[in-house]
């Protein structure tokens, strides 16, 4: 797995500290032959259960015709976190949001979770 995270120091109370991550994780060939549903099943229920929070919502989304699943993760009093994940190939790309809710429910969580984009292979 490679994970990048940016942590976002809060503002004077307009914003909470929060954190932005992107994952990428690659699996061998014979663990993705399951399909895509169960290994979205399987990411959904590692996320929540390592963030000892609560699942509240989730749809199914795509991205470029790849399944994926939106989720949103309560965690403690005010902690929320905001996931997208798509499975493409052998491959399983996350964003995520991480934070109170004054800081996952802006319009710059939201940018920033849209603004992920896969590159076309030439």
Same mark, same amino acid.
């Given at each position: 797995m490679?994970?990048? !995270?940016?942590?976002v *120091? @809060?503002?004077?109370?307009?914003?909470?500290? /929060?954190?932005?991550?992107?994952s990428? #994780?690659?699996y061998?060939?014979q663990?993705?032959?399951?399909?895509e549903?169960?290994?979205?099943?399987?990411a959904r229920?590692?996320?929540?259960?390592?963030?000892?929070?609560?699942l509240?919502?989730e749809?199914?989304?795509a !991205?470029?015709?790849? *399944? @994926?699943?939106?989720?949103?993760?309560?965690? /403690?009093d005010d902690?929320?976190?905001h #996931?997208r994940?798509?499975?493409?190939?052998?491959?399983?790309?996350?964003?995520m949001?991480?934070g109170?809710?004054?800081?996952?429910e802006?319009k710059?969580?939201?940018?920033?979770l849209?603004s992920?984009?896969?590159?076309?292979?030439?």
């Open positions: 490679t994970l990048y !995270l940016c942590e *120091p @809060g503002d004077g109370g307009k914003r909470g500290d /929060g954190a932005y991550v992107v990428v #994780t690659d061998p060939p663990e993705v032959q399951g399909g549903g169960q290994r979205l099943s399987n229920d590692g996320a929540v259960q390592n963030a000892k929070g609560k509240y919502h749809r199914k989304i !991205l470029d015709g790849h *399944p @994926g699943r939106e989720l949103w993760i309560k965690t /403690g902690g929320l976190i #996931t994940i798509v499975a493409v190939k052998h491959r399983l790309y996350q964003t949001a991480i109170p809710k004054n800081f996952i802006t710059e969580t939201e940018g920033f849209n992920f984009k896969l590159k076309k292979s030439l």
